[in-house]
């Protein structure tokens, strides 16, 4: 039999560039390493987590999966959205391919088969907090918050946000983060049950530690199917809801909403919102940045031309009324 060998990979030689990963005293510990962009993720990022969860899940020597961000100020504060806006929003097709690794890394997290800690040792925002919300126990540092953000940057939280804070919260405190896109205190998520302790950040390792020590302590396939029962909510919204969001949020990014504020995220302004407002009340596009692509060139025949134009922009001549066709 050679099922040991070809499916225990605790002797698997893994090299990362983004992520620090450790076992020891069965504990596997996945650490996003990205400090100096509050440990948001890359798409390589996502490539390396998903094959740490697969390295951990399937290692027979570790009984325990801890999740945590490098440094002090933040778990996680979900994608890098300087590489939506360079990337993503140029070429929206392929954000439906990279929300392909992030559903391979959350799904790595419900499908372990061993109990996931977040270690939250800072800000827990955005995909962040999706993140600990997929794993089964969050230690929370006493000066964290968590907080969703998608309707302030053009983005909708449907990562796990929308389908299973209001399994955790109810309905009108998920409701409560998702629109308002307000800061969770570290009390507040304790009280509202979004975590199970809440510590100084000194002692947030020897809480973890504490609860892999009972963790531990327990038959691993009761533990590995008592997770696969409690995940019935989880896994029903989440099933229900991932491939329709993938591909909405693909299509949304080819809107202005997401080009607005991601570039004003990036460039450290104010989304400018309530122009995008004025302009659907005004009956203008508020979903195209120049207007609906709906006027040709009679000059050179140049179609598709956004409505707002003034000059062609393909021969650079002026769009009078004159030159100017609805197609």
Known sequence: MTIKKNFNMGNAQLRFQEILYDKRDWVARITINRPQVYNSYSTLALQELATAMRDASWDDGVAVIVITGAGDKAFCTGGDVKEYSELYTRRPRDYWKYMGLFRGFIESILNAGKPTIARINGIAVGGG?????????????????????????????????????????????????????????????????????????????????????????KFPECLRYTREQTNFWKNLSWHQTIGHAADWLSLHYTSAEPNEGMKAFVEKRPAEILKLRQAAKDGLSSEFPWGAYAERCCECGAKGLPEGFSHCGACGKKLSAAAVVKG
């Open 129 to 217: 907090n999706e993140v600990q919300l997929a794993c089964d126990l969050a230690v929370m540092a006493e000066g964290a918050y968590l907080q969703q953000v998608g309707v302030k940057v053009g983005s909708v939280a449907c990562g796990g946000a929308t389908q299973w804070l209001p399994i955790h919260v109810g309905d009108r405190r998920a409701r409560e983060m998702l629109l308002l896109c307000e800061k969770i205190s570290a009390k507040k998520a304790l009280e509202w049950g979004l975590v199970n302790a809440v510590v100084s950040a000194a002692d947030l390792d020897t809480a973890v530690a504490d609860y892999c020590r009972r963790l531990i302590d």
